[in-house]
């Protein structure tokens, strides 16, 4: 079933990608006012993206119907002179930079592709640094040295680890099970933490605390197994986006470097 939760960002879109029409292109007019079918098409396809789903006509009506409502209270409020209050033209200023902002960009993106090798290039990096081990790890996190001394005092005298770590560990997402992590390379955690988990050896802990800038970590090594990263084809999607976002982010600096601004 179709719903409109984004339909604001559909009308956006469609606006900007919508050319003038002939009445014969129109799906209704409201008070003289046309609504055209491209628009109405543009909606429906961005919409049927969104869910995964087909342009049926069932979304049609519901956009056709939708569009109709939405003229006649712009209408309204253009009749009530909302328009010109400064809040919201200011408002309206936003929408049409975002639209043409958005459109600056996939232009951009549309002559300077993304290429093949580029995502290779960036993939080979990341194999590198993924490294040859993977590790089975359990933590428990505590704010102050001395709580993790007082932890590892009572791990020495026998407590499990899992027992301790749902008690006192301040990571939430991991306190729960125990303190574990799960399967991960060194390169998933932060510097200290993946040196002091790679010198463990299975059934190992750490017995003297390790600091990051979460707090103070305790570590315990479960199990380690050969490493086998993603392989480029399952990460391409992934590492293309990355390099859009990156060129885009250069692209907007560069801008702004060549702009004479003044504050």
Not at 66 to 72: D, G, K, T
Not at 107 to 116: A, E, F, G, I, R
Not at 159 to 166: I, N
Request: charged share 25%; hydrophobic share 40%; net charge positive.
């Amino acid at each position: 079933m179709y719903k409109l939760p984004r339909f604001l960002t559909a009308v956006a879109l469609a606006c900007a990608l919508a050319a003038p029409a002939a009445r014969a292109q129109n799906i209704a007019t409201v008070n003289g006012k046309p609504i055209p079918q491209s628009m109405a098409d543009a909606i429906a396809a961005s919409m049927a993206k969104q869910q995964g789903e087909q342009v049926t006509p069932k979304l049609k009506d519901m956009v056709k119907q939708e569009l109709i409502n939405r003229e006649v209270m712009v209408q309204e409020a253009d009749k009530l002179g909302l328009d010109k209050a400064p809040e919201v033209r200011d408002e309206i200023h936003i929408a049409e930079q975002n639209i043409l902002i958005r459109a600056l960009f996939n232009s951009y993106l549309q002559k300077h592709p993304v290429t093949d090798a580029q995502i290779k290039a960036k993939y080979d990096d990341f194999a590198k640094s993924y490294g040859t081990t993977e590790y089975k790890a359990q933590h428990i996190l505590v704010p102050s040295e001395k709580e993790a001394m007082d932890i590892i005092a009572q791990l020495k005298k026998g407590a499990k680890f899992g027992d301790l770590a749902k008690k006192y560990s301040k990571d939430t997402g991991s306190a729960a099970h125990g303190g574990d992590l799960g399967w991960s390379t060194p390169s998933n955690y932060v510097k200290p933490f993946a040196e002091a988990l790679a010198k463990l050896k299975p059934g190992q802990y750490t017995e003297t605390p390790v600091q990051s800038q979460f707090g103070w970590h305790i570590i315990k090594l479960d199990a380690t197994r050969p490493a086998k990263a993603p392989t480029l084809d399952q990460l391409k999607p992934q590492i293309q986006a990355e390099l859009q976002r990156e060129a885009i982010a250069k692209y907007q600096a560069d801008l702004r470097a060549k702009a004479k601004i003044t504050e």
